[in-house]
């Protein structure tokens, strides 16, 4: 689990609230919270690529007539790329799948000037006028 959040009150009550949830490991990490944001962009992204990519390998294991299962695992026996997330088929999708999954340069572009305006230099006069 990941949360962004810097105040030392706040990680302490989330950690309170979600101690039941956490309690065989260690699993929640603290971060500043543009960084938990884009953690979960980059999350997401990375699921929906596996996820497009084993799409894509189908088609291809289906024009070659070879079996996208035993690809499938044998892909997956492989530590560094591991068996989950492996599946062709929709996998993904939804009412929040365009926010969840745009890329975070794409974002970062159409929410600058909501960033500009909650930075503490948001109130001088070159913010204003839109200058850096």
């Known amino acids: 689990m990941v949360v962004g959040a810097e105040d030392k009150r706040a990680i302490e009550t989330l950690r ?3 101690a039941p949830f956490t309690r065989t490991s260690d ?3 603290v ?3 543009r960084s938990a944001e884009l953690t979960k962009y980059a999350a997401n992204s990375m699921l ?3 996820i497009s990519f084993m799409n894509d390998l189908a088609n291809l294991c289906e024009i070659l007539g070879a079996d996208i299962e035993l690809v499938r ?3 997956g026996s492989d530590a560094r790329i591991g068996p ?3 599946f062709a088929g929709a996998g993904l999708g939804g009412r929040a799948f365009p926010r969840t999954c745009a890329p975070p340069s794409a974002r ?3 929410s600058a000037t909501s960033w500009r305006s909650s930075t503490p230099w948001s ?3 070159s913010a204003r006028s839109g200058a850096w």
């Open 16 to 18: 309170a609230l979600y």
């Open 27 to 29: 699993r929640m990490l």
């Open 31 to 33: 971060m500043d919270r």
């Open 48 to 50: 929906a690529t596996r």
């Open 73 to 75: 695992r044998g892909m």
């Open 84 to 86: 989950k997330f492996l």
């Open 108 to 110: 970062a572009a159409t």
């Open 123 to 125: 109130r001088s006069t």
